[in-house]
């Protein structure tokens, strides 16, 4: 059967078909008046489902979604305790063997299906725990993530302050302070008198004794909620309610404004940060590779985290969001275009970041970068504030505009993460209204949040980040990658493509699906075991209790794919076991398109393709699956 090449990516309103399909796809919408169409998109026939207004709504969406916290406030910590440059080298690798791959994969299958993140795996029943133990990883990030928020808006309240409340030391913080403000601005002098002395910036003070209100440990217990942290935590999750309320309908407008406002502030800043005295040695610590780093396998599995952080792949969001593109959209242009400015992104905040911490080593008199201040969390509300406390012209505009980038960036990751878990959900209950399932999700995940804003509760979003959001991602991510590129098929994934957009795919992708991307992932995931240390936090061990509540965390989430498998297996018709089990590692009957015209013209395609492959040998059978 021969498609047409023809693939306008923005046409075919029914959300059903394009003019990459046969004709007869598009009647039922041609029968449809213009009000109905309106209504169907909004309302939606029975089993029909909501589609993008446009298709730019969904490239913004992405965008909104892989440019955020990951890149501003993850990617410069995490090349920060990675040998500043020479984690840019294995970071470029694992986004073109790793993340580039398996962000297009996951646009593909979900487009193709019209299913989310769990649903979605009616190609391999066996293996929904992948989707299962996906939906509840991003569901406890989703919970740390508004916390973070939280900060972002006790930060832009602070900002309206003159002068800025993190810009000079205070008298109970100690002798060893120094004000992050310039000393001809303040009219004062800093408040350290001997430079031997160890000392810290008053924008990590501000941070650490005022808005967390730290304890020295977490043995002491968290403690309460912070009620200022409260009120902003309370706020970001109104705004994420709010957007989501009507599904992609109302996110979709939303993510305009969400995906483009954060580059306008970042670009001022990186005109600021590169202007500071001492900023050239920064950025020179950040893209000076060293090569002894780079042959440290700690460095290529944080590059590997922090790929599925910055490009949030293997976590359920991409599946989801493309799950309401119509079927032809060129998702192939899309993917391209969403990788390829996550990683200027992250480039661009890595220069901005380490200008500003080259600055601060200037200012305190130490040629070594990496110890001008601590990592983690901390880092994007330590460095930053400090750059804006040095504006001497009403830094408060600056940090007005900083703390609400930081908001929109985490409102719109937030937003993704939280349509993945209601999208899961409504496609297992799908009488359950969108609005009342986005409410149910936010109070549950208001009231868990509460946890991250004592002042144990950095200890505590240490310890999910780790065990709930590292360790699950990996574990889960490889077995999705084995099951679509081994179980269903490279090969049938590819035929799923070319039926869909009529292109041909490349070797490239069929290499990367097929061998290196799981064959990376799998190493990667062999040597974080072997070399298993227990996680601490500002180098302090956790209670034996805090690694219990981890590590059943991490059960919980691995243990989906046993768990599930077995059901699938159980509910599978057959007389034997061996009829049930092979049975439950095929795809369902009723998967492929959801336009039922779609499906039985692919169906037909699909069995007539892999005809020749059943019957062959072991070894044609892995180079059919590979090549072709």
Known sequence: ????????????????????????????????????????KSVGRPGERDTWGKGVEFLMSCIAMSVGLGNVWRFPFTALDNGGGAFLIPYLIVLFLIGKPIYYLEMVIGQFSSRGSVKVFDLCPAMKGVGVGQAFQVFMLSTYYASLVAIFCRYFVDSFHSPLPWATCRAEWGAKCIDSAPNNWMGGQNSIENNSDRIISSSELYYVKEVLREKDQIADGIGLPNWELVVGLLISWLCVFLIIRRGVKSSGKASYFLALFPYVVMGVLLVRAVTLPGSVDGIWYFIKPNWSKILDPKVWYAAVTQCFYSLSVCFGNIIMYSSFNKFGHNVHRDATIVTALDTATSLLAGFTIFGILGHLAHEIGTDDIGQVVKGGAGLAFISYPDAIAKFKQLPQIFSVLFFLMLFVLGIGSNIAMTSCTVTAIRDRFPNFKQWQCSLLIAVVSFVIGLMYITPGGQYMLTLVDFFGASMIALVLGIAELYTIGWIYGTDRLCKDIEFMLGRKVGLYWRLCWGIFTPLIMTVILIYFYATYEPLTYNKQPYPAWAYGIGWTITAFGVMQLPFWMLVAIIREPGNTWREKIRGAFKPKKNWGPSDPLLREQYNKKIEHELTPKRGQGFWASIKQNILG
């Open 1 to 40: 059967m021969k498609m047409s090449q023809r693939n306008p990516a923005f046409v075919g309103d029914d959300g059903q078909s394009t003019t990459s399909t046969l004709a007869m796809s598009s009647l039922p919408a041609e029968t449809q008046t213009e009000a109905e169409q309106e209504a169907g």
